[in-house]
């Protein structure tokens, strides 16, 4: 398998530019997360869909930020209007379900830049 | 406020010294400690984990050690290589069909030849 994969891997914008970032899980993984990750916060929880549907989305910063999963092989996180302190890095994770024992296998992640 | 703390921020010790990572978490409804690693450049990979009903788990040269009572544990990495440099993040997951990672702000690991 070729593991999570995420599109672009590199994305430099501009400020009030839309940033759409993709993501495609493991076939046969029905759970889907998105996490940021910078210097100040560490890693942090965006949101998780399970079967498509978002589960939870309390870590989503603000509503700028929204995500979307319109089948089980695809899922986008966007950006409207980014802002610099949107840059960081954002991983897609996926897993077989959401029992705690089960493994989330992290994409390579997109490295956002704002400026 | 940090749900799961993290120490040291970093660390560096020469080839086959064993460094120690430490993790303290306050909520007793977590039930499911993961240990990731993360290379430049990629995405965290699952190391190891455990659950609190065992004090101890070996996986290879990595070892965690969980104290229930006092709501710690430490990851052990016997006989580091320098193949070991990486960050390692600690994470806490509670109970129940959720599985949300809670993560530590990570461990800087620098093994020397």
């Known amino acids: 398998d070729a593991g999570v994969i995420q599109s672009p891997r590199h994305e430099v914008t501009e400020m009030g530019q839309e940033v759409t970032l993709r993501c495609k899980p493991i076939?046969?993984?029905?759970?889907l997360f998105w996490y940021r990750q910078t210097m100040m916060r560490g890693l942090e929880l965006l949101i998780y869909f399970n079967n498509n549907v978002p589960i939870d989305d309390s870590g989503m910063p603000e509503d700028r930020f929204s995500a979307k999963m319109p089948n089980a092989s695809f899922s986008t996180l966007k950006i409207q209007p980014s802002e610099p302190r949107d840059s960081a890095v954002y991983f897609c994770?996926?897993?077989?379900?959401?029992?705690?024992?089960?493994?989330?296998?992290f994409g390579p992640g997109t490295r956002l830049t704002v400026l | 406020q940090q749900q799961v703390k993290q120490s040291p921020q970093s660390l560096i010790v020469q080839k086959g010294g064993i460094p120690i990572i430490n993790c303290a978490y306050e909520?007793?409804?977590?039930?499911?400690f993961p240990w990731y690693q993360q290379f430049p450049g990629k995405g965290p990979a699952l190391l190891i984990a455990?659950?609190?009903?065992?004090s101890e788990k070996k996986e290879g040269r990595f070892t965690i050690s969980f104290n229930k009572s006092a709501k710690q544990f430490s990851l052990h990495i016997m006989d580091s290589q320098p193949g070991d440099s990486a960050t390692y993040f600690c994470?806490?997951?509670?109970?129940?069909?959720?599985?949300?990672?809670?993560f530590g702000t990570g461990t800087l690991l620098a093994v020397q030849p």
């Open positions: 909520n007793t409804a977590f039930d499911y």
């Open positions: 994770a996926s897993t077989f379900g959401l029992a705690r024992g089960d493994t989330q296998y």
């Open positions: 455990i659950r609190p009903d065992v």
């Open positions: 076939s046969g993984h029905n759970s």
């Open positions: 994470a806490a997951v509670k109970g129940g069909a959720t599985n949300k990672l809670i």
